[in-house]
């Protein structure tokens, strides 16, 4: 009986593992990596503190965990903007691109680190305003 009672107490004391109560618990809190209160951390493999140093290389603040397109999949999920991957026939405002010459959603058309007083840009973390980012590619 008191092996039993061991047992029993051991079970109510693990960490659980897919039991009925674990689905009622909180989610863990989502951290927002964009603006000014974001994680550097979340994409970049320098520390926010790093990055923030003048001593910090260039190019050592730029280097981050994933490609653009992984990195902004890794919470946006995998089915989100058009002619990712892709090369563009047409770039009049120089937008830039990955590595090989395609479009990718972070450096291409979105920066999360703009800063201007359009509300819109500034919501969708736009690397231009919409008239002139899609314009840039599109005739129309």
């Not at 990195?71 to 405002?93: A, Y």
């Amino acid at each position: 009986m008191r092996g039993l009672l061991f047992v029993f107490a051991m079970l109510l004391t693990m960490p659980s593992t897919g039991r009925a109560e674990d689905a009622a618990s909180p989610p863990a809190e989502k951290i927002n990596p964009h603006g000014d209160k974001g994680k550097c951390e979340i994409c970049h493999v320098a520390s926010e503190e790093d990055l923030n140093s003048w001593f910090t290389f260039s190019s050592t603040k730029k280097k981050l965990h994933k490609d653009f397109n992984a990195l902004c999949r890794q919470c946006h999920g995998v089915e989100f903007g058009h002619g990712i991957g892709k090369p563009t026939k047409m770039n009049l405002e120089a937008l830039p691109m990955d590595a090989e010459g395609k479009i990718a959603c972070a450096v291409t058309c979105h920066n999360v680190h703009v800063k201007n007083g359009d509300p819109e840009q500034a919501r969708y973390y736009l690397r231009l305003s919409k008239d002139r980012l899609c314009l840039s590619c599109h005739k129309k």
